[in-house]
């Protein structure tokens, strides 16, 4: 893997402003009711083949099922063309996204800045794997379904317990440091039942704060025997499940119960370890939405000036003229959405612009911008 940073996208604008171009474009589609869509995908699943390191008795890798890889001269033209608009790739098909062979997909993720998504049983996640991919890792979960070596090792058949746990514990630490969230999975399979507790100890010992537990899927022909709801019931899995949300509660670690309702749930204990700058991404969505409903004034959209005495204007240069309201005598509800701010929202669709608004460069400059982009890709 080289280690340049990423480069732009063909037609010029940086991937991130064809993201949010496309997401507009997607709000749009969604908004008018389109049946043909100009926004394109943005998450992607797809590996380049279907093999697996393991047999776990819940999965249908079990069976053995014959590998297939997409012919390699077929890899590069299908990923130049997905990876365009995609934004998250999760690189599995039920099978170990590891086996990618990283180092050749390496430039194409490059030069797309396609961040990952990864699902992993850890057994191949040394800490140099995971450095090299860490520079475009969005999130990586840990398929770790007990904290027993011996249910670890008969669930996930031919994993070694002591190196998935040397492993995630690494990747636990060191995604920590550098902001990439970790999500801890385990399948709600009968012989994890009786440890529910002692689990969400061992993952907060590892340095976890996110549990994902996933209700079995009759993925493999051991379902019968792994299924804990024809094992026990459902009243005690209810149980079983209310035990590690406390404890869960008590560690302060986040939980999520992807398991059928009543059953499941969504526990925010825990606090997300991610360095989501939203300034940045809403500055960035800000305008773009600006620039694709040039003529709207992009102010009048999201931005609220209010005085120190309540005086509330829709823009920064705060014309007596454009005055909303009040919002300490009338409230903010009342002057977001007050007569004042209704007409002017009118005028701005209709073109039709208050004195003030008048060739004032907030309102132009989306059209400016608009109008460079479409001089620099013509069509
Ligand atoms: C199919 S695996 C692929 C990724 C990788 N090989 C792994 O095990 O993490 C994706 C997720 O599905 C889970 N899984 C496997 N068999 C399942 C089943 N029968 N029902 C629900 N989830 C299952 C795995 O534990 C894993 O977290
Ligand atoms: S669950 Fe993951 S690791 Fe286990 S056999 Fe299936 S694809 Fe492989």
């Known amino acids: 893997m080289s280690d340049s940073t990423p480069q732009p996208a063909q037609d010029g604008r940086p991937k991130y402003r064809r993201e949010l171009a496309n997401f507009v474009a997607a709000t749009k589609d969604l908004g008018e009711r389109h049946t043909v869509w100009t926004s394109r995908p943005y998450y992607l699943e ?17 069976e053995n099922p014959p590998v297939y890889s997409t012919p390699l001269a077929q ?50 996640l040394t800490p140099a794997v995971l450095e090299k991919l860490l520079p475009q890792l969005h999130r990586i979960t840990l398929s770790v379904d007990s904290h027993q070596k011996a249910v670890l090792e008969k669930l996930r058949a031919p994993a070694v317990f002591e190196t998935v746990i040397e492993h995630a514990r690494h990747a636990t630490r060191r995604c920590r440091e550098v902001g990439v969230p970790v999500i801890y999975h385990m399948v709600l399979a009968y012989d994890v039942l009786d440890g529910l507790e ?77 360095r989501v700058q939203s300034g940045t991404v809403l500055e960035m969505m800000h305008s773009e939405l600006a620039e694709a409903h040039a003529g709207f004034c992009p102010m009048v959209t999201g931005y609220l000036k209010v005085e120190p005495d309540g005086t509330t204007f829709p823009c920064c240069r705060a014309p007596r003229e454009l005055v909303l309201g009040n919002v300490l005598k009338d409230g903010v509800e009342a002057v977001w959405n007050g007569a004042p701010m209704q007409r002017l929202r009118e005028r701005m669709f209709a073109g039709d ?18 109008e460079s982009r479409a001089r620099q890709n013509p069509g």
């Open 198 to 274: 002692d689990y969400v100890d061992f993952i907060a010992e590892l340095g976890g704060t996110r549990i994902t537990v996933l209700e079995l899927l009759p993925n493999t022909p051991h379902f019968d025997e792994l299924d804990p709801f024809r094992r026990v019931g459902e009243a005690k899995i209810a149980e079983r499940l209310e035990a590690m949300r406390r404890r869960a509660e008590e560690r302060g670690m986040g939980l999520f119960l992807e398991v059928h309702a009543p059953l499941g749930g969504e526990y925010d204990y825990g606090s997300p370890n991610t």
């Open 75 to 124: 890899q590069g033209p299908l990923l130049e063309e997905l990876f365009r608009n995609t934004t998250l790739w999760t690189p599995s098909a039920t099978s170990e996204p590891l086996l990618n062979n990283f180092d050749r997909l390496w430039p194409l993720i490059q030069k797309h800045n396609v961040q990952l998504d990864i699902i992993t049983n850890a057994m191949l």
């Open 353 to 370: 612009y208050p004195e003030p608004c008048k060739g004032c460069v907030v309102l132009e400059a989306p059209r400016w911008r608009a």
């Open 46 to 62: 797809y590996s380049t083949n279907s093999a697996c390191n393991l047999r776990c008795i819940m999965c249908s890798q079990v």
